[in-house]
């Protein structure tokens, strides 16, 4: 049964460009969560998908916008990349309706690079 | 903010010795996770415990939970040296289905 799959794994971007980051949630999971993690700090929480909708979103700009398809996968758009959005991007996914039991699965990240 | 706090930063430990670690939060939670990293990794889910229990044990680890107030502590027992991680709590500030990190401990365990 596979996990949580991030593609790519590393990525340089240079400021004021796009990115795509790509998300394959565990075999069974209905729900996708994305987050930022900078260097040293904990993650921060982008958003949220379930039935294609995104359900809840937390303090990040627009710039930030996501996508989740109808096999549950999902996508994280940046634009206009800032050397701030430097970090590792988390995905998660869970059952929605067990997360309360069993919490996140978590990918390995894709580590982004802005210069 | 909704996330947690986890104290202290950083611990060095010897091999063999307990750790113990701390989160405080904020808001009201329906559970409470710890999570574990590795080497800026992806996060390891640990253990979950829910706003109505006090305790919770899990191999080497234990969890306790004091919602009144609004902390939480993971020990590890017996230490290894492959227990040399990072390690979170996480808090749901009461939805239940969406999880908010601290920053996190930094376990370093010496052979």
């Known amino acids: 049964d596979a996990g949580v799959t991030q593609s790519p794994t590393h990525l340089i971007k240079t400021r004021g460009q796009q990115v795509t980051l790509r998300c394959s949630p565990k075999?069974?999971?209905?729900?996708v969560s994305w987050y930022q993690q900078a260097l040293g700090q904990g993650p921060q929480f982008i958003f949220q998908?379930?039935?294609?909708?995104?359900?809840q979103r937390g303090n990040f700009p627009d710039r930030f916008s996501g996508h989740q398809f109808p096999n549950y996968s999902s996508e994280l758009n940046v634009n206009a990349l800032l050397l701030g959005d430097s970090a590792l991007y988390l995905c998660?996914?869970?059952?929605?309706?067990?997360?309360?039991?069993?919490?996140?699965?978590f990918g390995s990240g894709t580590r982004l690079t802005v210069v | 903010s909704q996330q947690g706090e986890e104290d202290p930063q950083a611990l060095s430990i010897q091999e063999g010795e307990n750790a113990t670690m701390n989160c405080s939060y904020k808001t009201s939670i329906n559970n409470l996770q710890w999570y574990r990293q590795n080497s800026g990794r992806g996060l390891v889910h640990l253990i979950l415990i829910r706003s109505n229990e006090r305790e919770k044990h899990s191999g080497r680890l234990r969890v306790t939970l004091d919602t009144s107030k609004k902390s939480s502590s993971l020990l590890i027992t017996a230490s290894r040296a492959a227990d040399t991680a990072s390690y979170f709590c996480?808090?749901?500030?009461?939805?239940?289905?969406?999880?908010?990190f601290g920053t996190g401990t930094s376990l370093t365990v010496i052979p």
């Open positions: 996480a808090t749901d500030g009461g939805t239940g289905n969406q999880f908010y």
């Open positions: 075999s069974g999971h209905d729900t």
């Open positions: 998908y379930y039935e294609e909708e995104e359900r």
């Open positions: 998660a996914s869970s059952l929605l309706q067990l997360s309360t039991n069993y919490g996140y699965t």
